[in-house]
């Protein structure tokens, strides 16, 4: 074991370039978020009920085992997630890294960073813009599989009847979100 401090040692790493995620975590109204990034972008933002473990072990099989915990590279994400749970952030200014998508999930989820802040979409709305607009159940998977919840704000899409559907991280983690948004009171 080195001697050197833990943020000693991720610097190094991080300079020697063995640093290809880097996590933090962040207590938030929803819930703590364990959030990771790469020299892209952000990766992944995710509910960690269960402890940050099982969301590390799934970037270091998906993008990299060379995943430490370096807040310091996160501060602008957490920052605007701050901003935005404050109500004073409208919209996210980060990179982001989509390696965890793919095909038409990938383009439901671009359609769906698009929908504004303080506004809803529905299942096939939201499927017509990614190209297939008879997929709405599709385009529900691909919400479901969202590894950028919040930032690609899926919490914005609606049953077309106005429902609620569903969220990878609950319902009522969804009413938070579309109540600090305006949508829904508190």
């Known amino acids: 074991m080195s001697d050197l401090p833990l943020p000693d ?19 938030s109204p929803v819930g703590p978020l364990v959030l990771a ?17 099982p969301v590390l072990e799934s970037l270091a099989a998906a993008v990299s085992p060379r995943v430490l915990a ?7 994400v957490r920052r605007e997630l701050e901003e935005f749970f404050a109500g004073h952030r409208r919209e ?15 383009r439901v989820l671009r359609a769906t960073s698009r929908i504004p802040f303080g506004s809803v979409s529905s299942y096939k709305l939201v499927a017509s813009e990614a190209g297939s607009p008879r997929a ?6 691909a919400l479901g599989g969202n590894p950028l919840p919040i930032v690609v704000p899926c919490h914005r899409v609606l049953h077309s009847g106005g429902g609620l559907g ?10 938070t979100l579309l109540a600090i948004e305006g949508v829904l009171e508190r």
């Not at 610097?11 to 207590?27: I, T």
């Not at 370096?70 to 602008?76: K, M, N, T």
């Open 37 to 53: 990034a790469t020299r892209r972008g952000l990766v992944r933002v995710a509910y960690a009920d269960e402890g940050e473990e």
């Open 9 to 27: 040692i991720t610097l190094a790493a991080d300079r020697a370039g063995l640093l290809d995620v880097a996590y933090a975590r962040l207590d």
């Open 92 to 106: 996210f200014d980060v990179a982001l890294d989509w390696r965890l998508t793919s095909g038409f999930a990938r």
């Open 166 to 175: 569903g969220y990878t991280g609950g319902l009522e983690r969804k009413r």
């Open 70 to 76: 370096a807040p310091a590279r996160l501060d602008d």
């Open 136 to 141: 709405f159940r599709a385009a529900g998977t």
